[in-house]
């Protein structure tokens, strides 16, 4: 795969006008008192083999009180309360089974895992259902349940699920709430910058190639994954393109970015076919807050991989020494 987007130095200074409807602060205001009521997330002890990591099998109330799982994962070791990363993940995964999220336990953070409602059936397994239906169709995925209503929209539950996770970490007693990392790739990225923007006064955002972003550009440049089922359903829905595009600027990453002012650190690939550079750049050079970016110039979208790994443990221990 060449290089398939804008040479690296337009890159770096690739900082698109934003599309942002006028009651976006409002929009994201009323939809987030809405959901945060009293009832308190379960953290059940889970017996997953492990000895030296405590692990929980956690429900706490997302959008609409929906019941949304996850995993969180305190070391053994623990005296005193710990940072947390609160972690989002791809399209299609689910929270999987704990062994395969010790990374952040094993370098003395508590880990908590938010599943993606309706999603888990094609890569990790998941645990989570979407109740809620769309008034109008879609195609094939969740890419476009609702996309041409904002408040009807899937990702207005999943971002709400991403506070509301933040939330439940912050409410657990091994869990330093005033130490909270926002982290994820992917999907997991774009839902990383709705929280980083959204659930007040993070300490870090990890963002990973994050898709959910700028996405006329990305429609303009690739075919791929989510965004192949945006463009299909315009492509069935030739009237709605606006309402569609409408309805994504509530969502766009690239609006949360210029709201979130955490340090942080991004990753673009810049062979990648699926999240473009140039709307992971425009999101990046859009964050309000210190940042930085690890560039893989010949990776496409597993960009680096566990070598980003290593970048973002030099990262967090660097900022919470």
Same mark, same amino acid.
């Given at each position: 795969?060449?290089?398939?987007?804008?040479?690296?130095?337009?890159?770096?200074?690739?900082?698109?006008?934003?599309?942002?409807?006028?009651?976006?602060?409002?929009?994201?205001?009323?939809?987030?008192?809405?959901?945060?009521?009293?009832?308190?997330?379960?953290?059940?002890?889970?017996?997953?083999?492990?000895?030296?990591?405590?692990?929980?099998?956690?429900?706490?109330?997302?959008?609409?009180?929906?019941?949304?799982?996850?995993?969180?994962?305190?070391?053994?070791?623990?005296?005193?309360?710990?940072?947390?990363?609160?972690?989002?993940?791809?399209?299609?995964?689910?929270?999987?089974?704990?062994?395969?999220?010790?990374?952040?336990?094993?370098?003395?953070?508590?880990?908590?895992?938010?599943?993606?409602?309706?999603?888990?059936?094609?890569?990790?397994?998941?645990?989570?259902?979407?109740?809620?239906?769309?008034?109008?169709?879609?195609?094939?995925?969740?890419?476009?349940?609702?996309?041409?209503?904002?408040?009807?929209?899937?990702?207005?539950?999943?971002?709400?699920?991403?506070?509301?996770?933040?939330?439940?970490?912050?409410?657990?007693?091994?869990?330093?709430?005033?130490?909270? %990392?926002?982290?994820?790739? @992917?999907?997991?990225? =774009?839902?990383?910058? !709705? $929280?980083? +923007?959204? &659930?007040?006064?993070?300490? *870090?955002?990890?963002?990973?190639?994050?898709?959910?972003?700028?996405?006329?550009?990305?429609?303009?440049?690739?075919?791929?994954?989510?965004?192949?089922?945006?463009?299909?359903?315009?492509?069935?829905?030739?009237?709605?393109?606006?309402? %569609?595009?409408?309805?994504? @600027?509530?969502?766009? =990453?690239?609006?949360? !970015? $210029?709201? +979130?002012? &955490?340090?942080?650190?991004? *990753?673009?690939?810049?062979?990648?076919?699926?999240?473009?550079?140039?709307?992971?750049?425009?999101?990046?050079?859009?964050?309000?807050?210190?940042?930085?970016?690890?560039?893989?110039?010949?990776?496409?979208?597993?960009?680096?991989?566990?070598?980003?790994?290593?970048?973002?443990?030099?990262?967090?221990?660097?900022?919470? $020494?």
């Amino acid at each position: 795969m060449p290089l398939m987007d804008l040479p690296l130095d337009e890159l770096r200074s690739y900082r698109p006008e934003r599309e942002e409807p006028e009651d976006f602060d409002a929009f994201w205001s009323a939809t987030l008192a809405e959901a945060r009521h009293d009832r308190p997330a379960a953290f059940i002890p889970y017996d997953a083999c492990l000895t030296e990591v405590d692990v929980y099998d956690v429900r706490f109330p997302g959008f609409a009180g929906d019941p949304v799982a996850g995993w969180l994962l305190v070391p053994a070791s623990a005296r005193a309360p710990l940072p947390c990363v609160v972690g989002y993940l791809g399209y299609g995964g689910g929270r999987g089974f704990p062994y395969e999220w010790l990374t952040w336990p094993a370098a003395g953070y508590a880990h908590l895992l938010m599943d993606t409602r309706g999603q888990g059936g094609s890569l990790q397994p998941g645990a989570t259902g979407d109740p809620h239906g769309s008034a109008g169709s879609s195609s094939p995925g969740m890419v476009t349940r609702g996309i041409e209503d904002p408040a009807d929209y899937y990702y207005r539950r999943v971002f709400t699920d991403a506070v509301r996770a933040v939330d439940a970490a912050r409410a657990h007693p091994s869990v330093d709430p005033d130490r909270i %990392v926002v982290s994820g790739g @992917s999907q997991g990225g =774009g839902i990383a910058l !709705a $929280a980083a +923007a959204l &659930a007040g006064d993070v300490t *870090a955002a990890l963002v990973n190639q994050p898709s959910l972003t700028h996405y006329r550009r990305a429609l303009d440049v690739v075919e791929g994954n989510a965004y192949r089922e945006i463009w299909t359903y315009l492509r069935t829905h030739r009237e709605s393109a606006e309402q %569609v595009f409408r309805t994504l @600027s509530y969502f766009d =990453g690239v609006n949360f !970015a $210029a709201r +979130a002012t &955490a340090p942080a650190l991004f *990753a673009v690939a810049l062979m990648d076919d699926i999240c473009p550079p140039s709307t992971v750049f425009a999101a990046y050079n859009h964050w309000s807050g210190p940042k930085d970016i690890t560039v893989w110039p010949w990776n496409r979208h597993e960009g680096g991989g566990h070598f980003q790994d290593v970048e973002q443990l030099r990262f967090l221990r660097d900022l919470l $020494a």
